[in-house]
């Protein structure tokens, strides 16, 4: 017979603080023109090579047009163009990253931003992840600007992008 005492199990009912510490989420870095996105590979609805968009009239330079993917018009958007860093355009080796909508609205569940090329996937981790505090002012619809192990990038606000993209379609109707 055993001492519980001496050899006591760990509760794994019992609540303990989370800091998430110890989490790791997956993520994605795409190249763009003039820099690196980092972004959550949960956002991320699919990878597709980039087809010439259906051009938005009156449109501003940054939305490219609007792409087909499985039966929806999704807004393509050139981020460079959009943060002021770079002219975008797509070509035969660009892909368009298909991402999930944040803000809930059921009428633009989708929009898609050109990259450079295919993404990688990556592993963020509170340890490999550093917040580049030396960057003077940040691009336009950027939260931050980070060092994830050995690779600079901005975290673009999805949110921000995407209330714009509808204000942009809005008016452009």
Known sequence: MSNDAEN????????????GSDQDIRGVLIQVAGARLLL????????MSFAQPETVPGAP????GLTR??????????FSQLAGL????????????VLKALGGDPKAPYFAILSQGFPRLVTVSRAALGVNEDTEELPSMVLAAVRL???????????EIENLIIDTLSAAA
């Open 40 to 47: 959550p590979n949960a956002t991320v609805a699919e990878v």
């Open 149 to 159: 192990n050995e690779d600079d990038a901005y975290v673009p606000d999805l949110v």
């Open 86 to 97: 770079a002219d975008e355009q797509g070509s035969l080796s660009s892909k368009v990253l």
């Open 69 to 78: 993917w499985r039966g929806w018009q999704v807004p393509l958007i050139g």
């Open 8 to 19: 006591p199990r760990p509760n794994h009912n019992e609540s303990a603080p989370f800091d």
């Open 61 to 64: 330079g940054w939305l490219l």
